[in-house]
Nanobody, 122 residues
Framework: QVQLVESGGGLVQAGGSLRLSCAAS????????MGWFRQAPGKERVFVAA???????AYADSVKGRFTISRDEVSNTVYLQMDSVKPEDTAVYYC????????????????WGQGTQVTVSS
């Protein structure tokens, strides 16, 4: 079993920055992908960004150029650096893990954190 715990959410003004962290109790698989998803009230959970064990990354078009995902193998922690945030970034952000390559579909991820709230004021 793997536990994922998100942190770093909060209230930030538009144009500001936040860094989210996702700490894993242990590495899920030797080859794996860690992803960030977000869900606003009344909306589906959507893909934000992901990184593989080998360092490959993927981003949703809505955040590309503003968000950066990274991984610290020593601490089993994945980060999401959020810069130039916009009100539409407001959502609960979840980290997730799966074996294998990056997948944009939430249902393909096996482990999930409980989420951290990000609120961007205009």
């Amino acid at each position: 079993q793997v536990q994922l715990v998100e942190s770093g959410g909060g209230l930030v003004q538009a144009g500001g920055s936040l860094r989210l962290s996702c700490a894993a109790s242990r590495r899920t698989w030797s080859s794996s992908a860690m992803g960030w998803f977000r869900q606003a009230p009344g909306k589906e959970r959507v893909f934000v960004a992901a990184v593989t064990w080998s360092g490959s990354t993927a981003y949703a078009d809505s955040v590309k150029g503003r968000f950066t995902i990274s991984r610290d193998e020593v601490s089993n922690t994945v980060y999401l650096q959020m810069d130039s945030v916009k009100p539409e970034d407001t959502a609960v952000y979840y980290c997730a893990a799966r074996g294998g390559l990056i997948d944009l579909r939430a249902r393909e991820y096996d482990y999930w954190g409980q989420g951290t709230q990000v609120t961007v004021s205009s």
